[in-house]
T-cell receptor, first 115, second 115 residues
């Protein structure tokens, strides 16, 4: 079974600062993918970034980057130059390939950007 | 960009009534999913569907729930005899396959309130 742990229930960050949201995972499978989703107050799930277990480079998407440390089983999300619109819930999730199709989510981190 | 469409966006129902939540997945996707998020909690997997049958279901997905793809485009979740604890946001998702992250897309959700 897979498990995702997000230890920061809430974070407050000054606008324009960088922020790191922590995520650790547990799986015995070798082939898996790690996802980050943003959930604003409107409720939809917005895909941010993905990292495959065999990807050698850390994933980047605009202001988002994923700090993937496979040996430590961590996949932290880094948001550079935070903006007021970044205030939302952030969920880390994983998916094991080859037969296990579901996403397993962490409990989320509520990020609040302070002007 | 292709979207997963869910209707209705909000539904209020009386305890004991049956509800049907509707989803239109992305047209060339093969795998379909339902997830549930009780307010303020993490997103939980309910069921996955492939080739016109359930491929995996969680322990939450008991006899009260059923899924169907009645016409090749819609994907529905039926909840029989709703209970107060069924109040949650229900997300539909679809993906083109099990070995890639690309295109794993969520709908904007249906907020179900059981009174």
């Amino acid at each position: 079974a897979q498990k995702i742990t997000q230890t920061q229930p809430g974070m407050f960050v000054q606008e324009k600062e960088a922020v790191t949201l922590d995520c650790t995972y547990d799986t015995s499978d070798q082939s898996y993918g790690l996802f980050w989703y943003k959930q604003p107050s409107s409720g939809e799930m917005i895909f941010l970034i993905y990292q495959g277990s065999y990807d050698e480079q850390n994933a980047t998407e605009g202001r988002y980057s994923l700090n993937f440390q496979k040996a430590r089983k961590s996949a932290n999300l880094v948001i550079s130059a935070s903006q007021l619109g970044d205030s939302a819930m952030y969920f880390c999730a994983m998916r094991v390939f080859f037969g296990n199709e579901k996403l397993t989510f962490g409990t989320g981190t509520r990020l609040t950007i302070i002007p | 960009e292709p979207e997963v469409t869910q209707t209705p966006s909000h539904q209020v129902t009386q305890m004991g009534q049956e509800v049907i939540l509707r989803c239109v997945p992305i047209s060339n996707h093969l795998y379909f999913y339902w997830y549930r998020q009780i307010l303020g909690q993490k997103v939980e997997f309910l069921v996955s569907f492939y080739n016109n049958e359930i491929s995996e279901k969680s322990e939450i997905f008991d006899d009260q729930f059923s899924v169907e793809r009645p016409d090749g485009s819609n994907f529905t979740l039926k909840i029989r005899s709703t209970k107060l604890e069924d109040s949650a946001m229900y997300f539909c998702a679809s993906s083109p396959g099990t070995t890639t992250n690309y295109g794993y897309t969520f709908g904007s959700g249906t907020r179900l309130t059981v009174v």
